[in-house]
Protein backbone atom coordinates (compact mmCIF):
# COMPACT_ATOMS: atom_id res chain seq x y z
CA UNK A 1 0.00 0.00 0.00
CA UNK A 2 1.35 3.22 -0.39
CA UNK A 3 -1.34 5.85 0.65
CA UNK A 4 -2.45 6.67 4.03
CA UNK A 5 -5.55 5.20 5.21
CA UNK A 6 -7.57 6.95 7.42
CA UNK A 7 -11.24 6.77 9.31
CA UNK A 8 -13.17 10.37 8.88
CA UNK A 9 -13.70 12.56 11.71
CA UNK A 10 -17.17 13.87 12.65
CA UNK A 11 -18.14 17.50 13.53
CA UNK A 12 -19.94 18.89 16.01
CA UNK A 13 -22.71 20.66 14.07
CA UNK A 14 -23.69 17.47 10.94
CA UNK A 15 -23.86 14.10 11.20
CA UNK A 16 -22.51 12.17 8.64
CA UNK A 17 -23.59 9.11 6.63
CA UNK A 18 -21.73 6.25 5.20
CA UNK A 19 -19.63 8.83 2.92
CA UNK A 20 -18.74 11.15 5.23
CA UNK A 21 -17.18 8.57 7.49
CA UNK A 22 -15.68 6.73 4.98
CA UNK A 23 -11.70 5.20 5.29
CA UNK A 24 -9.53 7.42 3.07
CA UNK A 25 -6.61 6.92 0.69
CA UNK A 26 -4.52 10.58 1.75
CA UNK A 27 -1.79 10.44 -0.51
CA UNK A 28 -3.89 10.25 -3.42
CA UNK A 29 -3.70 13.61 -6.27
CA UNK A 30 -7.66 13.03 -6.16
CA UNK A 31 -10.20 12.79 -3.38
CA UNK A 32 -10.37 9.23 -2.61
CA UNK A 33 -12.05 6.59 -0.43
CA UNK A 34 -10.90 3.13 -0.01
CA UNK A 35 -8.96 0.91 2.38
CA UNK A 36 -6.03 -0.81 0.07
CA UNK A 37 -4.39 1.39 -2.41
CA UNK A 38 -3.93 -1.33 -4.59
CA UNK A 39 -7.87 -1.85 -4.86
CA UNK A 40 -9.61 -1.15 -8.39
CA UNK A 41 -10.78 2.58 -8.46
CA UNK A 42 -14.32 3.27 -9.72
CA UNK A 43 -14.21 7.06 -10.96
CA UNK A 44 -17.06 9.55 -9.91
CA UNK A 45 -18.08 12.87 -11.90
CA UNK A 46 -20.21 14.87 -10.19
CA UNK A 47 -21.26 18.62 -10.16
CA UNK A 48 -21.60 20.17 -6.81
CA UNK A 49 -24.32 22.16 -8.10
CA UNK A 50 -26.16 19.12 -10.04
CA UNK A 51 -29.07 17.52 -8.43
CA UNK A 52 -28.65 14.81 -10.21
CA UNK A 53 -25.27 13.99 -8.54
CA UNK A 54 -26.92 15.00 -5.07
CA UNK A 55 -29.49 12.41 -5.64
CA UNK A 56 -26.63 10.02 -6.74
CA UNK A 57 -24.24 10.79 -3.54
CA UNK A 58 -27.06 10.71 -1.27
CA UNK A 59 -28.34 6.75 -2.06
CA UNK A 60 -26.20 5.26 -4.96
CA UNK A 61 -22.79 6.51 -3.38
CA UNK A 62 -23.74 5.11 -0.14
CA UNK A 63 -24.55 2.14 -1.53
CA UNK A 64 -21.20 1.54 -3.45
CA UNK A 65 -19.69 2.27 0.35
CA UNK A 66 -21.52 -0.09 1.71
CA UNK A 67 -20.99 -3.16 -0.65
CA UNK A 68 -17.61 -2.16 -2.32
CA UNK A 69 -15.57 0.32 -0.34
CA UNK A 70 -15.91 -1.04 3.78
CA UNK A 71 -15.77 -4.71 3.23
CA UNK A 72 -12.55 -3.51 1.21
CA UNK A 73 -12.76 -4.37 -2.73
CA UNK A 74 -12.92 -1.33 -4.27
CA UNK A 75 -11.63 2.36 -3.97
CA UNK A 76 -14.01 5.44 -5.41
CA UNK A 77 -12.19 8.40 -6.88
CA UNK A 78 -13.70 11.88 -7.70
CA UNK A 79 -13.63 14.13 -10.25
CA UNK A 80 -15.28 17.11 -10.14
CA UNK A 81 -16.64 17.95 -13.77
CA UNK A 82 -17.56 21.69 -13.38
CA UNK A 83 -17.25 22.35 -17.32
CA UNK A 84 -19.10 20.99 -20.57
CA UNK A 85 -17.07 18.31 -22.10
CA UNK A 86 -18.24 19.47 -25.44
CA UNK A 87 -17.75 22.82 -24.71
CA UNK A 88 -14.76 23.15 -22.40
CA UNK A 89 -14.64 26.90 -21.95
CA UNK A 90 -18.62 26.70 -21.04
CA UNK A 91 -19.61 25.88 -17.62
CA UNK A 92 -21.69 22.28 -17.07
CA UNK A 93 -24.48 23.35 -14.97
CA UNK A 94 -25.59 26.89 -14.22
CA UNK A 95 -23.01 28.38 -16.53
CA UNK A 96 -21.44 30.35 -13.68
CA UNK A 97 -17.98 30.46 -12.13
CA UNK A 98 -19.60 29.14 -8.60
CA UNK A 99 -18.67 25.47 -10.55
CA UNK A 100 -15.54 25.75 -10.80
CA UNK A 101 -15.30 27.82 -7.43
CA UNK A 102 -16.74 25.26 -5.47
CA UNK A 103 -14.48 22.39 -7.24
CA UNK A 104 -11.54 24.31 -6.53
CA UNK A 105 -12.34 24.57 -2.89
CA UNK A 106 -13.39 21.04 -2.73
CA UNK A 107 -9.51 20.24 -3.77
CA UNK A 108 -8.29 22.93 -1.19
CA UNK A 109 -10.33 20.63 1.68
CA UNK A 110 -8.30 17.31 0.36
CA UNK A 111 -5.32 19.05 -0.02
CA UNK A 112 -4.85 20.24 3.32
CA UNK A 113 -7.02 18.35 5.35
CA UNK A 114 -7.75 15.15 3.53
CA UNK A 115 -9.20 13.79 7.03
CA UNK A 116 -12.19 16.18 7.03
CA UNK A 117 -12.93 16.09 3.28
CA UNK A 118 -15.71 13.13 3.20
CA UNK A 119 -17.33 14.67 5.20
CA UNK A 120 -17.31 18.12 3.76
CA UNK A 121 -18.05 16.68 0.42
CA UNK A 122 -21.26 15.41 2.18
CA UNK A 123 -22.11 18.28 3.74
CA UNK A 124 -21.79 19.87 0.01
CA UNK A 125 -24.53 17.38 -1.25
CA UNK A 126 -27.10 17.65 2.21
CA UNK A 127 -26.86 21.72 1.40
CA UNK A 128 -26.99 21.61 -2.64
CA UNK A 129 -28.26 24.71 -4.24
CA UNK A 130 -28.93 24.79 -7.84
CA UNK A 131 -28.07 28.64 -8.24
CA UNK A 132 -24.36 29.27 -7.27
CA UNK A 133 -21.35 29.51 -4.72
CA UNK A 134 -20.15 32.29 -3.68
CA UNK A 135 -17.08 32.19 -1.42
CA UNK A 136 -18.52 33.57 1.90
CA UNK A 137 -20.91 30.17 1.30
CA UNK A 138 -17.67 27.70 0.65
CA UNK A 139 -15.95 29.10 3.95
CA UNK A 140 -19.15 28.88 5.66
CA UNK A 141 -19.94 25.26 4.39
CA UNK A 142 -16.24 24.33 5.06
CA UNK A 143 -16.65 25.24 8.95
CA UNK A 144 -19.95 23.95 9.19
CA UNK A 145 -18.49 20.37 7.87
CA UNK A 146 -15.51 20.72 10.63
CA UNK A 147 -12.64 21.87 8.70
CA UNK A 148 -10.36 23.53 10.39
CA UNK A 149 -8.30 25.76 8.32
CA UNK A 150 -10.40 27.44 6.31
CA UNK A 151 -9.02 31.00 5.54
CA UNK A 152 -5.72 28.85 4.53
CA UNK A 153 -7.87 26.68 1.76
CA UNK A 154 -9.81 29.80 0.73
CA UNK A 155 -6.69 31.58 -0.12
CA UNK A 156 -5.05 28.95 -2.28
CA UNK A 157 -8.21 27.98 -4.01
CA UNK A 158 -9.52 31.31 -4.71
CA UNK A 159 -5.54 32.55 -5.91
CA UNK A 160 -5.53 29.39 -8.68
CA UNK A 161 -3.68 26.92 -6.97
CA UNK A 162 -6.48 24.20 -8.50
CA UNK A 163 -7.58 25.37 -11.79
CA UNK A 164 -5.05 22.58 -13.19
CA UNK A 165 -7.38 19.59 -11.51
CA UNK A 166 -10.05 21.27 -12.39
CA UNK A 167 -9.29 21.54 -15.90
CA UNK A 168 -7.92 17.97 -16.16
CA UNK A 169 -11.29 17.12 -15.19
CA UNK A 170 -13.12 18.02 -17.99
CA UNK A 171 -9.90 16.92 -20.34
CA UNK A 172 -10.31 13.08 -18.76
CA UNK A 173 -14.44 13.21 -19.41
CA UNK A 174 -13.55 14.39 -23.15
CA UNK A 175 -10.65 11.53 -23.39
CA UNK A 176 -13.12 8.72 -22.09
CA UNK A 177 -16.46 9.99 -23.98
CA UNK A 178 -18.14 11.06 -20.25
CA UNK A 179 -20.47 13.67 -21.19
CA UNK A 180 -22.47 15.01 -18.31
CA UNK A 181 -22.63 14.43 -14.64
CA UNK A 182 -23.15 11.96 -12.22
CA UNK A 183 -20.98 9.50 -14.18
CA UNK A 184 -19.22 6.39 -12.69
CA UNK A 185 -16.37 4.89 -14.38
CA UNK A 186 -14.42 1.31 -14.10
CA UNK A 187 -12.31 -0.50 -17.04
CA UNK A 188 -12.91 2.51 -19.59
CA UNK A 189 -16.70 1.54 -19.22
CA UNK A 190 -19.13 4.54 -17.68
CA UNK A 191 -22.47 4.60 -16.91
CA UNK A 192 -25.21 7.27 -15.30
CA UNK A 193 -24.32 7.09 -11.95
CA UNK A 194 -28.46 7.19 -10.62
CA UNK A 195 -29.79 3.82 -12.20
CA UNK A 196 -30.66 1.07 -9.95
CA UNK A 197 -28.42 -1.39 -11.24
CA UNK A 198 -25.47 0.40 -10.04
CA UNK A 199 -24.13 -2.28 -7.80
CA UNK A 200 -24.83 -5.48 -10.51
CA UNK A 201 -23.01 -2.99 -13.20
CA UNK A 202 -19.78 -2.42 -10.72
CA UNK A 203 -19.79 -6.35 -10.01
CA UNK A 204 -20.01 -7.63 -13.56
CA UNK A 205 -17.12 -5.02 -13.99
CA UNK A 206 -14.75 -6.11 -10.71
CA UNK A 207 -15.40 -9.93 -11.99
CA UNK A 208 -13.19 -8.41 -15.35
CA UNK A 209 -11.35 -6.38 -13.15
CA UNK A 210 -10.02 -9.84 -11.25
CA UNK A 211 -9.79 -12.08 -14.10
CA UNK A 212 -6.29 -10.62 -14.32
CA UNK A 213 -3.72 -10.14 -11.35
CA UNK A 214 -1.82 -7.43 -9.56
CA UNK A 215 1.33 -8.39 -7.67
CA UNK A 216 4.18 -7.01 -5.82
CA UNK A 217 7.56 -8.52 -5.05
CA UNK A 218 10.95 -6.99 -3.72
CA UNK A 219 13.72 -5.63 -5.61
CA UNK A 220 17.04 -6.84 -3.76
CA UNK A 221 14.84 -8.10 -0.80
CA UNK A 222 16.67 -7.70 2.56
CA UNK A 223 19.24 -4.90 1.30
CA UNK A 224 19.48 -1.55 2.06
CA UNK A 225 17.93 -1.07 -2.03
CA UNK A 226 14.94 -2.89 -1.27
CA UNK A 227 11.90 -1.38 -2.95
CA UNK A 228 8.72 -2.89 -4.32
CA UNK A 229 7.80 -3.77 -8.01
CA UNK A 230 4.48 -3.63 -8.82
CA UNK A 231 3.17 -6.49 -11.56
CA UNK A 232 -0.55 -5.49 -12.98
CA UNK A 233 -1.17 -7.87 -15.72
CA UNK A 234 -4.74 -8.02 -17.47
CA UNK A 235 -5.02 -11.35 -18.11
CA UNK A 236 -5.51 -10.39 -21.86
CA UNK A 237 -2.89 -9.75 -25.04
CA UNK A 238 -1.12 -6.79 -25.31
CA UNK A 239 1.83 -4.70 -24.83
CA UNK A 240 3.95 -4.43 -21.89
CA UNK A 241 5.06 -1.32 -20.26
CA UNK A 242 8.14 -0.38 -17.63
CA UNK A 243 7.72 2.32 -15.38
CA UNK A 244 10.42 4.03 -12.89
CA UNK A 245 10.36 6.82 -10.64
CA UNK A 246 12.60 7.80 -8.10
CA UNK A 247 15.81 7.40 -9.77
CA UNK A 248 17.24 10.27 -7.84
CA UNK A 249 16.23 11.08 -4.32
CA UNK A 250 15.33 14.93 -4.51
CA UNK A 251 12.57 14.55 -7.03
CA UNK A 252 9.40 13.32 -5.18
CA UNK A 253 7.33 14.35 -8.67
CA UNK A 254 8.57 11.13 -10.22
CA UNK A 255 8.20 8.79 -7.15
CA UNK A 256 4.62 10.24 -6.66
CA UNK A 257 3.57 9.79 -10.13
CA UNK A 258 5.08 6.26 -10.59
CA UNK A 259 2.86 5.89 -7.42
CA UNK A 260 -0.07 6.78 -8.92
CA UNK A 261 0.88 4.91 -11.95
CA UNK A 262 1.07 1.82 -10.20
CA UNK A 263 -3.16 2.23 -9.19
CA UNK A 264 -3.59 2.04 -13.61
CA UNK A 265 -5.47 -1.41 -14.24
CA UNK A 266 -4.82 -2.07 -18.34
CA UNK A 267 -7.44 -3.67 -20.13
CA UNK A 268 -4.40 -5.43 -22.19
CA UNK A 269 -1.33 -6.45 -21.75
CA UNK A 270 1.01 -5.67 -18.80
CA UNK A 271 1.86 -2.45 -16.57
CA UNK A 272 5.46 -3.20 -14.52
CA UNK A 273 6.25 -0.11 -12.14
CA UNK A 274 9.35 0.33 -9.92
CA UNK A 275 8.00 3.69 -8.41
CA UNK A 276 10.95 3.99 -5.91
CA UNK A 277 13.91 2.71 -7.65
CA UNK A 278 16.66 4.61 -5.69
CA UNK A 279 15.23 3.81 -1.52
CA UNK A 280 18.62 4.89 -0.13
CA UNK A 281 18.39 8.27 -1.91
CA UNK A 282 14.91 8.75 -1.48
CA UNK A 283 15.31 8.24 2.23
CA UNK A 284 18.00 11.60 2.54
CA UNK A 285 15.74 13.17 0.01
CA UNK A 286 19.28 13.76 -2.02
CA UNK A 287 20.10 13.15 -5.82
CA UNK A 288 22.42 9.89 -5.34
CA UNK A 289 24.35 8.90 -2.01
CA UNK A 290 27.67 7.03 -1.65
CA UNK A 291 27.31 4.50 -4.42
CA UNK A 292 27.22 7.11 -6.83
CA UNK A 293 24.45 9.27 -8.95
CA UNK A 294 22.30 5.91 -9.97
CA UNK A 295 21.11 7.35 -13.65
CA UNK A 296 24.71 7.38 -14.63
CA UNK A 297 25.25 3.73 -14.07
CA UNK A 298 23.82 2.21 -17.32
CA UNK A 299 26.22 2.43 -19.59
CA UNK A 300 25.40 0.95 -23.31
CA UNK A 301 26.78 -2.51 -24.47
CA UNK A 302 28.14 -3.45 -20.81
CA UNK A 303 27.02 -4.45 -17.21
CA UNK A 304 25.53 -1.71 -15.63
CA UNK A 305 28.13 -0.94 -12.63
CA UNK A 306 26.07 -1.29 -9.28
CA UNK A 307 24.19 -3.53 -7.44
CA UNK A 308 21.26 -1.64 -7.98
CA UNK A 309 21.59 -0.46 -11.67
CA UNK A 310 22.00 -4.23 -12.15
CA UNK A 311 19.11 -5.35 -10.34
CA UNK A 312 16.85 -2.96 -11.81
CA UNK A 313 18.04 -3.54 -15.27
CA UNK A 314 17.72 -7.38 -15.51
CA UNK A 315 14.20 -6.55 -13.75
CA UNK A 316 13.63 -4.52 -16.65
CA UNK A 317 14.64 -7.34 -19.43
CA UNK A 318 12.75 -10.05 -17.43
CA UNK A 319 9.21 -8.53 -18.36
CA UNK A 320 10.35 -7.95 -22.22
CA UNK A 321 8.95 -4.50 -22.16
CA UNK A 322 7.81 -2.84 -25.49
CA UNK A 323 8.33 0.46 -24.20
CA UNK A 324 9.94 2.27 -20.65
CA UNK A 325 9.11 5.38 -19.26
CA UNK A 326 10.99 7.10 -16.56
CA UNK A 327 9.77 9.90 -14.36
CA UNK A 328 12.11 12.76 -13.34
CA UNK A 329 12.27 16.77 -12.24
CA UNK A 330 14.23 19.64 -13.04
CA UNK A 331 15.49 22.77 -11.28
CA UNK A 332 14.77 24.83 -14.60
CA UNK A 333 12.74 24.74 -17.69
CA UNK A 334 14.00 23.35 -20.77
CA UNK A 335 14.16 25.84 -23.81
CA UNK A 336 14.17 28.60 -21.48
CA UNK A 337 16.87 28.51 -18.68
CA UNK A 338 19.54 25.31 -19.77
CA UNK A 339 17.92 22.84 -17.50
CA UNK A 340 15.65 20.13 -18.60
CA UNK A 341 12.58 20.55 -17.18
CA UNK A 342 9.50 20.36 -18.63
CA UNK A 343 10.37 18.43 -21.75
CA UNK A 344 10.38 15.16 -22.82
CA UNK A 345 13.59 13.21 -24.23
CA UNK A 346 12.39 10.46 -26.43
CA UNK A 347 14.66 7.37 -27.68
CA UNK A 348 15.37 7.68 -31.33
CA UNK A 349 12.58 5.17 -31.94
CA UNK A 350 10.16 7.12 -31.69
CA UNK A 351 10.57 11.06 -30.90
CA UNK A 352 7.13 12.06 -32.73
CA UNK A 353 5.42 10.39 -30.25
CA UNK A 354 6.99 12.28 -27.34
CA UNK A 355 5.98 15.78 -29.54
CA UNK A 356 2.37 14.36 -29.36
CA UNK A 357 2.36 13.35 -25.68
CA UNK A 358 4.06 16.84 -25.17
CA UNK A 359 0.92 18.90 -26.90
CA UNK A 360 -1.32 16.55 -25.17
CA UNK A 361 0.00 18.09 -21.40
CA UNK A 362 0.14 21.64 -22.66
CA UNK A 363 -3.34 21.67 -24.39
CA UNK A 364 -4.95 19.69 -21.52
CA UNK A 365 -2.98 20.37 -18.08
CA UNK A 366 -0.94 23.31 -18.43
CA UNK A 367 -3.21 26.10 -16.61
CA UNK A 368 -2.48 29.13 -19.10
CA UNK A 369 -3.63 32.01 -16.25
CA UNK A 370 -0.79 30.47 -13.70
CA UNK A 371 1.92 29.54 -16.03
CA UNK A 372 3.10 31.42 -18.83
CA UNK A 373 3.90 29.62 -22.86
CA UNK A 374 7.07 29.03 -21.14
CA UNK A 375 5.78 26.31 -18.71
CA UNK A 376 4.76 24.44 -21.89
CA UNK A 377 6.47 21.02 -22.69
CA UNK A 378 8.78 20.53 -25.69
CA UNK A 379 9.84 17.11 -26.73
CA UNK A 380 13.61 17.30 -25.83
CA UNK A 381 16.86 15.66 -27.83
CA UNK A 382 16.67 12.21 -28.96
CA UNK A 383 18.72 9.50 -26.62
CA UNK A 384 20.50 6.82 -29.22
CA UNK A 385 22.50 5.15 -25.95
CA UNK A 386 25.57 7.95 -26.05
CA UNK A 387 25.36 8.13 -22.11
CA UNK A 388 24.85 5.93 -19.60
CA UNK A 389 21.35 6.82 -18.41
CA UNK A 390 18.69 3.92 -18.35
CA UNK A 391 16.60 4.72 -21.61
CA UNK A 392 19.89 5.73 -23.46
CA UNK A 393 20.60 1.91 -22.72
CA UNK A 394 17.10 0.75 -23.11
CA UNK A 395 17.86 1.95 -26.87
CA UNK A 396 21.03 1.50 -27.34
CA UNK A 397 20.92 -2.56 -25.95
CA UNK A 398 17.44 -3.15 -26.68
CA UNK A 399 16.54 -0.66 -29.56
CA UNK A 400 12.96 0.22 -27.53
CA UNK A 401 10.84 3.35 -27.20
CA UNK A 402 11.78 4.76 -23.99
CA UNK A 403 11.28 8.68 -22.54
CA UNK A 404 12.35 10.82 -20.13
CA UNK A 405 9.74 12.80 -18.51
CA UNK A 406 10.76 16.15 -17.18
CA UNK A 407 9.21 18.34 -15.43
CA UNK A 408 10.29 21.52 -13.80
CA UNK A 409 10.02 22.43 -9.94
CA UNK A 410 10.83 26.25 -10.83
CA UNK A 411 7.45 28.14 -9.05
CA UNK A 412 5.70 25.41 -9.71
CA UNK A 413 2.62 23.64 -7.29
CA UNK A 414 3.94 20.14 -6.08
CA UNK A 415 0.57 18.80 -7.16
CA UNK A 416 0.65 20.42 -11.00
CA UNK A 417 3.87 18.50 -11.75
CA UNK A 418 2.57 15.28 -10.23
CA UNK A 419 -0.25 15.60 -12.55
CA UNK A 420 1.77 16.55 -15.35
CA UNK A 421 4.07 13.75 -14.89
CA UNK A 422 1.08 11.21 -14.98
CA UNK A 423 -0.49 12.92 -17.75
CA UNK A 424 2.30 12.97 -19.78
CA UNK A 425 2.93 9.03 -18.75
CA UNK A 426 -0.28 7.98 -19.54
CA UNK A 427 -0.33 9.77 -23.25
CA UNK A 428 2.80 8.24 -24.07
CA UNK A 429 1.73 4.34 -23.01
CA UNK A 430 -1.57 4.88 -25.02
CA UNK A 431 0.63 5.66 -27.88
CA UNK A 432 1.88 2.35 -27.70
CA UNK A 433 -1.57 1.01 -27.52
CA UNK A 434 -1.97 0.41 -23.39
CA UNK A 435 -5.23 1.24 -22.14
CA UNK A 436 -6.40 2.18 -18.61
CA UNK A 437 -9.51 1.18 -17.24
Known sequence: MFGTIGVQRVSAGFTAGLVGTAPYLSERLYPTMGTDDENPTLVVYVNFLSEDSQYFVQHNLEDIVREYVLPGELNVELRFLSYRPDAIDDYLVSDDEG??????????????????????????????????????????????????????????????????????ATEEAIRYGVPTVPRVRLLRDHKRGNYTDILGWTQRRLDRVNSGSVQTHSLLPGTKYETPVHVIDSGKPGPVAFVVGGMHGEEPEGYTAAQ??????????????????????????????????????????????????????????????????????????????????????????????????????????????????????????????????????????????????????????????????????????????????
Open 260 to 437: QIARFRPTGGKLVVLPRANQPAIGIKARYTIDGDLNRQFPTGEDPTSTLARAIWNELVSHDPDVVVDLHSSSGIYKYDGKVGQAIFPTSATPENARDACNAVNEQYIDRSEYPPYYDFNRGNSLGGSRPLLIHKVYGDLHLPGYIVETTRKDTHFEDRVMWEVAAARDLLWQHGMLFG
Open 99 to 168: EARASRAAHGVWDVEPENFWEFFEFMFSNVTTKSYTHTQLESHMGRSGVRNTTKIANRAYRGRYNSLVRS
